[in-house]
């Protein structure tokens, strides 16, 4: 019986264009959305997520420098920014770089009541962001003069994040979405009333949070229609939302030197993803027997994409680099499972055996374009121009139709993504060098005051940093970098519910208009990374 309501669940997500999409409604149905509504679902801020490439994740140096590497070479990070880069090594190099993340969430709310706070949370994460090895093959004179072969781990995303928001003062309650939403599907009582919140043989995914506030009680029934619990009677409520995880690159590589002018490499990568997201929404009641409730869905996305990166620098004078990369698109296979717990005062339900969804999905492709120059052989100033085309992101799991589809709704929600990053390295002696750098990320919303209909996926932003690099014996080397980075996200909200008769929203007692009332949420990263090295 799970199998067959598996299907007939993603068959409606199917029906919603393919990516779990903009609004969740069954035919002519009702229409809803929000966090709470569409957390089971894969939909485009997933897809817009996992096509980010944060290039500060590689070497202490190259992040100091704002990963502004389009037009430079023989560093580690040119293997994951542009594989030409390799071509410049004139020895091997192996290197580790390891980082202390601090990611800190702030959520607020936009033209709400007094009662709604600003609030927010932080984590601490620590880990890799590159391990690396450049094999110099050969280094001769003559037009073909050297070839290096490269590998390397890179993390390319960190998604460890906590948020959360209370609102005091509430009018409204998802209960009475629950209500409506069990009235309008009209599911029996005896179907309801099975241990399986899964179990009725047509539910679309937004009804399952239904079904579990009837296991808690927060619904009953008349014996002809569904009722929400006597005095029952909200006063406040909060969500709260972590997320851990990241996305990983491994690349294989080769880069070419002809005759010390053009250098060319091309790359080979394998990305895997690991999404982990935890998302609990809770209200407070005014109510002797029920306290409070609390309904916390728990998703993880894991799977692995292939990828291709091509790239070329020219020198056509000694102190001036001009360089290009193309990133292919990441050709992805992801399962995402979905779980589900609700807690009423004493009563408690869970929606049973993960829900799993296999899916595939195609990123968007990017364009690196550079320019470096050496300022009497002491200093470097770099300047890198991207653009990465989020139109062309698609969910490509079932039918031609679907995808196509899915095309569709990304061409009309997202423009190309432009990016500027600037960087400079001054060295100070023959062991010691300074750097500095930062990147602009421009807002890609065709909608500048989008409402995400889902979670909410990061849109712009910027970043700064500034680092030092130390030259250790013969051969080794130290660099030491600290980058901030701000990112700002699509406004979003919790639920919405309209059959056309009757509106429930968190926020509809502030007025009908509920785009001018949702949820803005900013990031701030701070990043300390250390790289250990040496050439041999």
Known sequence: MKNRILIAGLACLAGLG???TAKAQNNNGPEMFGRVILAPYFDTSHLSLFSQDDFFYGTSRSAAMGG????????????????????MYQ????????????????????????????????????????????????NRSGTFTSLTFGFSYNRVANFNSHSSVRTLGE?????EMFHNQMNYKKIPFSEAETADPFYYDTPILDYWGAVLGYHTYLLDNDGTNYTIMNGLTPADSYFRSVTRGGMYEYDFSLGANISNIVY????????????????SYGEGYEHAGVGGMEYTQNTRISGTGLTAKL?????????????MALHLPTFY????????????????????????????????????TGISYVIADRIIVALD????????????????????KSKSESQGLYNAAHSLRAGVEASLSERVSVRAGGGYKFDFMKDKHFVSYGNPAPKSGYHLSAGLGFNVGRNGYIDLTYLFNRRNYTDYDYYYYNDGVKTVSQHDQVGDNFYDRAYSQRQNHHMISLTFGSRF
Request: hydrophobic letters at 35%.
């Open 68 to 87: 502004a590497f389009t037009s430079l070479g023989a560093d580690l990070s040119s293997i994951n920014i542009n594989p030409a880069g390799l071509g």
């Open 171 to 175: 009018s409204a309650s998802i209960v």
């Open 264 to 279: 060319i490499g091309a790359t080979l990568g394998a990305t895997h993803i690991d999404y982990r997201e935890e998302n």
């Open 333 to 368: 296979s992801v399962d995402k499972s979905y779980t589900s717990v609700m807690e009423a005062g004493e009563h408690r339900s869970t929606s049973g055996d993960p829900l799993v969804d296999k899916r595939n999905f195609t990123t968007a492709p990017r364009l690196l």
């Open 311 to 323: 790239g070329v620098i020219a020198r056509p004078l000694p102190a001036l680099r001009i360089g």
């Open 91 to 138: 020895s091997s190099d192996w290197g580790i770089t390891q980082a202390l993340s601090i990611n800190t969430m702030k959520t607020s709310a936009k033209n709400m009541s007094p009662g709604l706070l600003e609030s927010g949370g932080s984590r601490i994460s620590y880990g890799l962001n590159n391990v690396g090895m450049a094999y110099n093959l050969f």
């Open 18 to 20: 393919g990516v779990g």
């Open 385 to 404: 121009y991207d653009v990465a085309w989020y139109g062309m992101i698609f969910d490509r799991t079932r039918s031609s139709t679907d995808a196509a």
